[in-house]
């Protein structure tokens, strides 16, 4: 959350404090979607956001444990291809 809040100049404080309380699927969609046109105030544009995604529901949300399950999918995709890199790297 913090390279989140860096990558869009937002404070820290306020990015926890929205992100509070939600689970991880729900922090990581926010993440994930969030955009603020040039210039747009950042810290506003995540506000509403954010309020707009606890008012009217999390659309397209999988379950937490499909969540779990794509996040080590992820996890196992990007260690395959470091080591192959790496592996690339060494026969070069």
Do not use: T
Not at 57 to 68: A, D, F, I, M
Not at 75 to 82: D, F, T
């Amino acid at each position: 959350a913090k390279a989140f809040a860096a990558r869009w100049g937002l404070e820290w404080c306020l990015v926890k404090v929205k992100l509070e309380g939600l689970m991880p699927p729900q922090r990581e969609l926010i993440m994930e979607r969030f955009q603020c046109p040039p210039g747009h105030v950042p810290g506003g544009k995540f506000v509403k956001y954010v309020d707009s995604c606890i008012e009217n529901g999390w659309k397209y949300l999988p379950s937490y444990s499909e969540w779990v399950a794509d996040r080590e999918e992820k996890l196992r995709a990007k260690a395959l291809a470091e080591a192959r890199a790496a592996e690339s790297k060494a026969k070069a």
